[in-house]
């Protein structure tokens, strides 16, 4: 034991072990007040991610949905138009040609086709 112990009462020592006690309680709940504190921030902190992540995953989809939905407008203009340009390439694509451009070309127009 220390020296300045020795001189102590034993009504101090134990006054001043339950000193001790009261103080290491209060350092335990200060410790758990502060651990409690960073659990608090670090579960709002996941919650706000969350929210943001699932927002940014609805925009993200979103918009994939509109590109999907554009590509395949195009694909089905480019099969179109690749299927027609088939068919004028083909055999007798010639006059199916001019068939077609019959629906452009109104009735009182004269065609002057050149050979």
């Not at 000193?19 to 608090?40: D, H, I, Q, R, Y």
């Not at 929210?51 to 609805?58: C, D, E, L, Q």
């Not at 993200?60 to 395949?72: A, P």
């Amino acid at each position: 034991m220390p020296k300045y112990l020795h001189n102590i009462t034993t009504k101090e020592k134990t006054s001043l072990v339950s000193a001790l006690k009261l103080n290491s309680e209060e350092k335990e709940n200060f410790v758990s007040t502060v651990f409690l504190g960073f659990k608090v921030c670090f579960t709002l902190l996941a919650i706000v991610s969350l929210v943001k992540i699932g927002y940014t995953s609805k925009f993200r989809l979103t918009r994939l949905r509109e590109i999907k939905n554009s590509y395949l407008h195009e694909k089905s203009r480019f099969d179109n138009l690749s299927q027609r340009f088939d068919d004028l390439i083909s055999f007798e694509g010639k006059q199916r040609f001019m068939k077609d451009q019959d629906q452009m070309i109104s009735k009182d127009i004269i065609r002057v086709i050149w050979r």
